[in-house]
């Protein structure tokens, strides 16, 4: 009956629901504390059958999907709308509305795994497809959602009207910066057995790009 096949999707929702409740505390602590460690589980897992992968953790695209899904709700609580959804400058006309706000940052900030995954494959000297990138990029989403989360609290706090929040603020940002880069250096040099200054040069290069994209994507909005 049509009745009972809804009744069954929606216990299935409401089940994954709660046990984002559980596990996602579990999947960010986990990543903070031993991001590389977190990163050979993702590729240990994806090669494990569909079923039976992430029994212990979020899934690592759904991790930093709901990541910045937070970020952003915290953000509506602690400064309200985004300016860019007011705003008729540039590009900015194409976003109206909170959830178009969070879809583009969703995608945006996709770009740091994305990217860091092309390198990584690269670095292997494996060819860049799309069964080649899964695995680095399931890793990498370990490792940059944490990053995201503390640069989306940073921008929240620069937001805020007290102005003594800016300069540790901008502190916070910077090293958090420094230490995503300094993770993806160590984890570039592990996973792809690349000399130190490659692997460096590559985190670095990724990472630059990366943030010049969004500052671009950020202007043309007018600002966000």
Known sequence: ?????????????????????????????????????????????????EGAQFAQTLRPPLFLLVTVMLAYAIELAAVGESPVVSSDIGIANLIDDDQSVMVFRIVAFALFPAVMAAIETALARQPVNRVTLREPFYAQCFLAAPFLLVLFLAGTAIR?????????????????????????????????????????????????????????????????
């Not at 999707?9 to 990543?31: C, G, K, N, Q």
Request: glycine share 4%.
């Open 1 to 49: 009956m049509p009745f009972i096949h809804v009744a069954r999707s929606l216990d299935d929702l409401l089940y994954e629901i709660m046990t984002w409740l559980i596990f996602y505390p579990v999947t960010l602590w986990r990543s903070v504390r031993h991001p590389l460690r977190m990163m050979d589980y993702a590729r240990a897992e994806v090669a494990r059958k």
């Open 160 to 224: 805020r009207p007290e102005p003594w929040l800016e300069p540790p603020a901008f502190a916070v940002a910077i090293a958090a910066s420094a230490l995503y880069v300094a993770a993806e250096a160590a984890w570039l040099h592990r996973a792809t057995t690349a000399r130190w200054s490659r692997a460096l040069a590559a985190a670095v290069g990724g990472f630059a790009g990366c943030a010049l994209v969004l500052w671009v994507v950020t202007s043309l909005l007018g600002g966000d």
